[in-house]
Each structure stands twice: as structure tokens, then as C-alpha cells.
């Protein structure tokens, strides 16, 4: 997915987004050591499904993310995280437009 996927970065956290199967978007989440000790990157990846939990209905729907963390992003809240979690996904054309409804 890394490779074939189209990527997106800011300073807390990489997107990667390809073509997945018709449905719901499935959403990956990884922190690397790079991130940080054991406590950090749990906290990392916590962060992130935290962030992307409530944004769920707004995507686009047959989409693969991976939400890749970076190693300022423990250190970050939660209102931080999904502030640029929502830069990336504008960026990508993911949400659902929201004069659509």
C-alpha cells in the first residue's frame, strides 16, 4: 500500500491513500520507533484512531488510508492531531462535501 498509495505529509503525521473495495474506508494506523519508546508510539496510534473515530462518516467511501505517525505527534493533543488530520484529508479529497448532505 506504502508504494502504489498516493501520500500526503504535515509535520505530525503522513497520509497514504489508494483504491480500496467498494464500502466503508479502512483506516490503518502505524508508529514506528522512530516515534519514540513503546509508551510513546502507543500513545501515538491512539491519538490517531481517536482522530479519525469521529470523522468516519465524513469520508469518501472506497478508500484504503494508513495514517502514519511522526515523532512530534505524541507530544500533541488530541485537538491538534484532528486539526491536522483534517488538513491532510482536504488535501486529498476524501471528505464528503458538505453542502452534499
Known amino acids: 500500500m506504502r508504494r502504489?498509495?498516493?501520500?500526503?505529509a504535515h509535520p505530525?503525521?503522513?497520509l497514504v491513500v489508494t483504491d480500496g473495495e467498494p464500502g466503508r474506508p479502512r483506516v490503518g494506523v502505524a508508529a514506528s520507533r522512530s516515534v519514540g519508546s513503546a509508551v510513546q508510539r502507543n500513545?501515538?496510534?491512539r491519538l490517531l484512531r481517536e482522530a479519525i473515530r469521529t470523522m468516519l462518516p465524513s469520508l469518501l467511501d472506497?478508500?484504503?488510508l494508513l495514517l502514519i505517525a511522526r515523532p512530534p505527534l505524541p507530544s500533541c493533543s488530541?485537538?491538534?492531531?484532528?486539526e491536522a488530520l483534517v488538513t491532510l484529508l482536504r488535501r486529498?479529497?476524501?471528505?464528503?462535501?458538505s453542502d452534499a448532505a
Open 12 to 14: 505530525l503525521l503522513v
Open 92 to 97: 486529498a479529497e476524501l471528505l464528503i462535501p
Open 62 to 64: 472506497g478508500r484504503d
Open 43 to 45: 500513545r501515538a496510534r
Open 78 to 82: 488530541v485537538f491538534q492531531v484532528r
Open 4 to 8: 502504489s498509495g498516493k501520500s500526503y
